[in-house]
């Protein structure tokens, strides 16, 4: 392409944009989200890739946010203790989100962080946004996890969501021990192997009110057993702290 010519493509840029891309199929993007908030804006998904996902909305238990009809689960129901209020996910973790977390989180598709954001923002949008959240935290990654992988999934998807809803990010916890991954346990080893593998590790001081209402963010919730964990060490550190989950997938 000639000079004269890529002046006149910027100048045709400027004057009639080009529209967005999807993120995960890069064909032009020509829909707007409905119905997901009260503020409609440009989706990151065509309306194809958004297909593929099954996003949570109508009856829900009211603690960790599965599609349920009635107040609780039976999981919840069976959890005789926990130190989170309750629990949000955007969609449901089906064949479509595993791959697409597993490119992310274990394949480095950092790409896809913007992505994982915008469907947490799905979820803000619908049970966080009316609340006074005082701050973000992230679920840590042991250090060997850290090096193998190089980045934390779960504390760059908290940054970019807090910059999308303007609401600080705090480093809090520290990881003891490197564990396995939940998907590999049976539902009693996953209750039982985050026993104790957190601690409140404040990365700075924070200016925090008493009885801070502070959002933890992970990627995944399966049994709640990370969230109840991560949220116990918190409040040993920070006296009645109210904590709640947010999860992309469910």
């Known amino acids: 392409m000639s ?101 992310y989180k274990y394949r480095g598709d950092r790409k896809l962080a913007e992505v994982m954001a915008f469907f947490l923002q799905q979820a803000w949008r619908l049970h966080y946004a009316e609340m006074k959240v005082d701050c973000l935290t992230y679920i840590p990654l042991h250090e060997a996890r850290l090096f193998e992988r190089t980045f934390n999934q779960a504390e760059e998807m908290a940054c970019l969501l807090g910059k999308r809803v303007g609401v600080p990010v705090y480093g809090m916890l520290e990881r003891r021990k490197a564990t396995e991954k939940q998907s590999k346990k049976d539902r009693a080893g996953r209750l039982h192997a985050l026993e104790n593998v957190f601690s409140y590790a404040p990365c700075g001081k924070y200016d925090l009110p008493e009885r801070p209402v502070i959002v933890l963010v992970d990627d995944v919730y399966t049994t709640g057993t990370t969230v109840a964990e991560a949220g116990r060490a918190i409040r040993t550190g920070i006296s009645g702290a109210q904590i709640y989950g947010l999860t992309v997938a469910r």
């Open 3 to 103: 000079g004269w010519q890529r002046v006149l493509r910027g100048m045709l840029d400027i004057l009639y944009p080009p529209p967005p891309l999807c993120a995960l199929c890069e064909r032009p993007l020509r829909h707007f989200l409905q119905g997901r908030g009260a503020v409609e804006e440009p989706s990151l998904l065509c309306v194809a890739c958004e297909k593929q996902f099954a996003f949570i909305a109508g009856e829900i238990c009211h603690v960790c946010g599965r599609p349920w009809i009635g107040e609780s689960c039976g999981d919840c129901l069976r959890r005789k203790e926990r130190d989170f209020l309750f629990s949000r996910s955007a969609v449901r973790y089906n064949d479509k989100m595993k791959e697409l977390l597993a490119r």
